[in-house]
């Protein structure tokens, strides 16, 4: 058995080869290619009132976008560009298109293909710089291209004028350019990448669409870039043909498209886009102006009054864009044109009806969704402008969530015998695709009932049971924890008791026999661990998916009847407690860093100070304090065994929060909104910046921005948190939209997805369950009605139905588990640890809150009620919590 230091050593020297490895790629990938973008002729600058702009003389390609405010930062990866100056490889200002030839046929060209110097144009006026692109272009290409930067209102125009000298009309099937931000965070610690590097999301809202492009610290001013002339987003196409290689550290560029059609019919055929893809006829002789506009908002948190100032369509949508068929939506525009007419797409998919004018400009539409999936919204103005919303259409949510537990405890119900890995009795991993149990995986994980890729789905089948508990489905989970977890996935005996195995899948051919394993699977890589590996115990990120599922059972043993027969509350209990300080001691390497669903931990911690476990809380406590002191003496704590990562800033946050480090919370936090937007459109509103876990727990393993993954659930925990604590109505639209993204890639039939994927050439959900599990944990841990004033929308509610006369508010509840409220007007934190909430009564005269609880039910004859505030309630208490005892009908408690 290795050392401890031993195996520090080891885990130390597998991530420095594995970032080596990445910085080698990156570099020999590009070294011996020809520099072709003409640096050595030198740079000029000019400036706006917001920006000074650097260009490459030869291609006045853009070197550097600075704003006046902080000339020392730089939006793009300029600092590279001795590195990137080669033919592919794109930059701000270039530009890509397609023409339909004689033969019918898409012929693409593009200004970074082949790169050659670009013809200078004289400037007047507002014009800060000018070429022609002919050069760069070929002599196949038919149309004259030129290319403007101006200055306009204080902000920067990218303009491409685009004639057509031919006799003949020519048809523009594509035409897009690329968004080459600073988002390279190769060679680089933390607090470089936060100094230098930013996040960009896009909405892509054909003419009301933008992208924003924010620091990694999430504070500083903002980057807007929206349509001005002709260029609504349309698509938004990653630009895989660029030479660099996209790794852990480089999610790629991609461009903002005007026209998409040439794509649409080749490349993706028969993929239902965000929008409509169009083209647009030249005729002979006619001339067409493109550009685009880059604008500084104050703060992340002030796009939305950037956009209301520079006069473009606003969009809220209560409670977001993932819709539950159950749910009154609201949505609020702002424009200064009126509404011409709203299209939706499937017809009937949504119900749209105008309800009244409210504040600031905005006016209020009913939504009502019809039809499960996706569906598409199109705004027109009378102006012509077009706005396009994208919802995502699910069933209520009590009924998504029991879809989730049937399709967990049926279709991946493993009861097979399995002799040599020990897996009989688990929720396994599984194939949507083939409609099968995934038992075999090159990623021993995937296979291995660990790590987050295999332990994804009976840690979802687990949180299910915490807010919406089934006794046939927990009688399998205590199978589950007595056969496969403890003693299997867990050890229960020796140095290592209490420790958590990498995977309990291997591969090793010659200690099995022969036919143990496919043939048709490539076991020749670094992921298909042997049985020593496997059973490591040193990566601390498997212990909270382990932690979880005894905190769930210890709950639902404690606060409910007859649900759990195979121990009694407290064994699950002290099982939580030990697997949590076991962590940092056999897991040291990995422990220094932030856990994804480590709020599992504060969980537990308050768990056993509620029962009066002083001994095993202050422990923990403890233990807990030593890694927290580490993030705090840390300026950005988020490391992880990637360059970069986004898995820790739960955790950091809860701890920080807890312990009362405010200052190190609000760095988390300002970190998470950098890259975690409020936007209308369902797989981005919400949806937490994740581009690599399609590698280690996904069916299609490459790159790409995924949509929401399971950062969007767990990032949402502290996101809420953080609003709970001073509310602040950005941060609930941020939250919540991570929270209902965490359960919007739950199929019709109840199969949860590792995530949705964004490349316009698929559009779909990854057909492996991978790590879903700690995105539903996001969920689970979340789920709570929200009630607010909002000075200029009036009172709304996410998570619940409002209704509003002269003296009353009546929320109804739609979550899945019913057993939060959050009253933001009184700063009202209500909880039920069992039992639920039917509805909530506020009285606008006298104040008083009612609060109207579910009948009992057979497990739960009682109802434990706690609350951040001191109710005077005249019932028992058990661990804090009233013990209300509930009724065969609704009962009512008022609060005063």
Sequence with gaps: MKTKLQTLLLLFLITITANAQQESTYWDNLKDRESTLGIEEGFTEVKTDEFTLKLVNASQTVAGLYPNSDPDFDFTPGERIEIRDKDGIYYIGDLNFR??????????????????KVEALSVSGNVLAAADLSNTLGEENP???????????????????????????VE???????????????????????A??????????????????KHLTGEGEALLVLPESNMPFEAYRPLNDDPTNRSIVFEGVHEWMALSKAYAEKEWKDKDQWNKPTSLSLGAGETQNFALKFVLAPSIKEIQDKLIEEQRPVAVGVPGYVLPMDVDGKLFLNYPEAVEEILVEPKGAISITETGKKGAGFTEYQVKGNIWGRSRVTVTYTDGLEQTINYNVIKPETEVVDDFGHFLMTEQWFDQPDEFFGRTNSVISYDYEDKKQITQDSRAWVAGLSDEGGAGSWLGAMMKQLIQPEKAEIEKL???????????????????????????????????????????????????????????????YNYPHVAAAYWVMYRLSRYHEGLVDNHDWKWYLEQAYHTSVTMPELAPWYAVFGQMEGTVFLNILKDLQAEGLTEMATSLEASMKKRADHWKSLNYPFGSEMPWDSTGQEEVFMWSDYFGYQQKANVTLNAILAYMPTMPHWAYNGNARRYWDFLYGGKLSRVERQIHHYGSGLNAIPVLKAYRNNPDFYLLKVGYGGTLGAISNITKDGFGSAA???????????????????????????????????????????????????????VSLTTAAKSKIYFEPKGLWLTLDAGTFKELIYDKSSGEIELVLNDKTKDSPEAYLRSNKELGLKFDKMNGAYKIPLKKKSISISIE
């Design 478 to 540: 205590e199978l589950f924890i007595d056969e496969t977890l403890w003693g299997g996935i867990q050890y229960d005996e020796g140095k290592r008791k209490y420790g958590v195995k990498k995977s309990i899948f291997y591969y090793e051919p010659d200690s099995l026999p022969k036919g143990t394993y496919r043939d048709d699977i490539n076991y020749n890589t670094w992921a298909a661990w042997n049985k020593e590996h496997a059973g490591d115990p040193g990566r601390s």
């Design 99 to 116: 023409i339909k030839g004689e033969d019918g046929e898409w012929k693409s060209f593009s200004t970074a293909k082949h790169r050659k």
């Design 143 to 169: 149309l004259s291209i030129k290319r403007y930067y101006e200055k306009k209102d204080g902000g920067l125009v990218l303009r491409f004028e685009i004639t057509n000298p031919t006799s003949k009309s």
């Design 172 to 194: 523009i099937g594509a035409l897009g350019t690329p968004m080459a931000f600073n988002n390279i965070l190769e060679g680089k610690h933390l607090d470089e990448t936060h």
């Design 196 to 213: 230098d590097n930013v996040f960009f999301d896009p909405y892509i809202g054909n003419d009301a669409g933008y992208l924003e492009v």
């Design 756 to 810: 949705f994927h964004s490349y316009p050439s698929t559009m779909r959900i990854d057909y492996l369950s991978g790590d879903y599990g700690s995105n539903f944990f996001g969920y689970a841990i979340n789920t709570a009605t929200y009630v607010t004033k909002n000075e200029d929308l009036g009172w709304l509610s996410f998570g619940g139905n409002i209704e509003e006369d002269d003296d009353e508010i009546i």
